[in-house]
């Protein structure tokens, strides 16, 4: 499976960014749960936004009414729409297949090379 990961960049507190990640490579896109995780030095990975297959998601507490995740199952894409910026979210930010089952989101081990959100003034 390889994911591309794009629309990273800097941007002012309070801004705005849309990262975009294309999937290749999966059985089945339309099957597939997908997520944003980002990452910060020397922190584990945190999950920040999920989509299951049916539509349902889920996101970190930090983000909940900042971001939304959708897709788009023609261009076997996931989105991340990152709203009201804050410098907090300065991460590299990685999109990641995988499945969903009783309410929790299971990561495959395929992260591709992630994109670099900078927060900041």
């Known amino acids: 499976v390889q994911l591309q990961a794009s629309g990273g960049g800097l941007v002012q507190p309070g801004g705005t960014l849309s990262l975009s990640c294309t999937v290749t490579g999966l059985p089945s896109f339309t099957m597939a749960a997908l997520a944003w995780y980002r990452q910060i030095p020397n922190q584990q990975r945190e999950l920040v936004a999920m989509i299951s297959n049916l539509g349902t998601t889920n996101y970190a507490d930090s983000v909940k009414g900042r971001f939304t995740i959708s897709r788009d199952n023609d261009k076997n894409s996931v989105y991340l729409q990152m709203d009201s910026l804050k410098p907090e979210d300065t991460a590299v930010y990685y999109c990641?297949?995988?499945?969903?089952?009783?309410?929790?989101?299971?990561?495959?081990?395929?992260w591709g090379q992630g994109t670099v959100v900078t927060v900041s003034s």
């Open positions: 990641n297949s995988g499945g969903y089952y009783s309410g929790s989101y299971y990561p495959d081990n395929d």
